[in-house]
Every structure is written in structure tokens, then in C-alpha cells.
């Protein structure tokens, strides 16, 4: 177990619609990021937050977003869903981060996304 | 561009036997590596990380992992493995260029099935 709790599971949505995940984070860590792992792939970065703040954001478009909230947990949005959404998602949390830490990144079980 | 390579999509290895999960990077300055398992539908786990300092890393379950800057390669071993290590191992490295202490670039993944 490593503390970080992610919700919904599994949940299915169908295309053009909105989503979103929840994360809490591991206990003291400050700094929440989301993933995305499609089917056969390695995980992918989407984002982190820091300090309630977006402080990174890897390929993806404005339609992904988040929030994270004074007690550290943070929101994954989702809007006009694609089919291409379809995809793990995880959360991950770590200790307080400078640019290039070398904290441990622990992962949540993740949400599972289906857009039909 | 940075990059993570894990070359072997399937690694077979018969319970009792040495087994090694390859894995080589491309990143500017000095890496920070990860290694992280996946049983089925299930989440990461971290099992171990080089940050600096020897460059043999040991880890959970038995793991360890050496860093070998002039072959820029971070191979995952273990002197004996198990069935219940059966799983999808996933190797990453910090990516250097975003401003997220916990953004990280992750291989495609190597299945290692291990027999009774």
C-alpha cells in the first residue's frame, strides 16, 4: 500500500462528455501528478501540482486540467471526452519537490477510463 | 530527446534462476532512474532508484539494479527469481527539461514470466 487513494475504479463515459478523477495523496506529500497509461503502454505525464499550482504538463491538451486542494489532493478534468481517452489513470505523490528531486514517486491503483 | 528503451517485450526465466529486465536512457546530465513493477489491472510499485552514489541500488523483493554511465544503461536483476515476480516492470528516468520533480518518462514496459 503506499497512502495514495484514487477514485472512481472503473467508470464509462461516452464521448464528448466530461470526467473527473479524484487523488489523495500520501500522507506529507505536497506535490500530486497524473498519468496516463494507455492499453500496452507506459505511463505518461500529464501534469503536476504543487503548492495548488500547475507547475509542469507534459503533451497534452487544455482539455485536461486539475486542480489540487490545501489539504494536498487533487481533481483530474476530462472534457469532450475521445474515444483515445480511454486509459489508466494515475496518480502519483511525492515529498516536497525542488525542479529535480530525487524524492520517491509513489502511484495510486488508478481509474480506469472507458469513452464509448 | 529524451528517451527511455526497454528492449525485451517478454523475459522468460524458470523459478531459481538469475533473471535481468534491460534497460537503457538518453537524458542530458546526470539521470535519476526508476524502476517500478505492475501486477495485472492493478497500479505501480516502486521497487527501487539511482539518484547517486554506488551504482549498484538495492530494492524490495529481492531486487537490485546497476547504473552503468558509460553503457547508459540501468538493468534490473535479481539472483533468484520467484514465481510471484511474474508481473510488467516498467523503467523510467526523471525528464530533465520539465520543471516537475516528478515528471518521469517510462519505458514501454518488459513482461517477465517466470516458470515453476
Known amino acids: 500500500e503506499t497512502g495514495v487513494t484514487q477514485s472512481p475504479t472503473h467508470l464509462i463515459k461516452t464521448r464528448g462528455q466530461q470526467v473527473t478523477l479524484r487523488c489523495s495523496s500520501q500522507s506529507g506529500h505536497n506535490t500530486v501528478s497524473w498519468y496516463q497509461q494507455a492499453l500496452g503502454q507506459g505511463p505518461q505525464f500529464i501534469f503536476q501540482?504543487?503548492?495548488?499550482?500547475?507547475?509542469g504538463r507534459g503533451n497534452f491538451p487544455p482539455r485536461f486540467s486539475g486542480l489540487q486542494f490545501p489539504n494536498y489532493s487533487s481533481e483530474l478534468n476530462v472534457n469532450a471526452l475521445e474515444l483515445d481517452d480511454s486509459a489508466l489513470y494515475l496518480c502519483?505523490?511525492?515529498?516536497?519537490?525542488?525542479?529535480?528531486?530525487?524524492?520517491?514517486?509513489?502511484f495510486g491503483e488508478g481509474s480506469w477510463l472507458t469513452v464509448v | 530527446a529524451q528517451s527511455v528503451a526497454q528492449p525485451e517485450d517478454q523475459v522468460n526465466v524458470a523459478e531459481g534462476n538469475p533473471l535481468t529486465v534491460k534497460c537503457t536512457y538518453s537524458?542530458?546530465?546526470?539521470?535519476?532512474l526508476f524502476w517500478y513493477v505492475q501486477y495485472p489491472n492493478r497500479g505501480l510499485q516502486f521497487l527501487l532508484k539511482y539518484i547517486t552514489g554506488d551504482n549498484l541500488v538495492k530494492g524490495s523483493y529481492g531486487f537490485e539494479a546497476e547504473f552503468n554511465k558509460s553503457q547508459t544503461s540501468f538493468h534490473l536483476k535479481k539472483p533468484s527469481a520467484l514465481v510471484s515476480d511474474s508481473a510488467l516492470y516498467f523503467c523510467a528516468v526523471r525528464d530533465m527539461i520539465r520543471q516537475a520533480g516528478t515528471a518521469l518518462i517510462f519505458g514501454k514496459g518488459t513482461t517477465l514470466s517466470v516458470s515453476s
Open positions: 501540482y504543487y503548492r495548488e499550482e500547475e507547475n
Open positions: 537524458v542530458s546530465g546526470n539521470p535519476y
Open positions: 502519483a505523490s511525492s515529498g516536497r519537490t525542488g525542479d529535480y528531486s530525487g524524492n520517491t514517486i509513489y
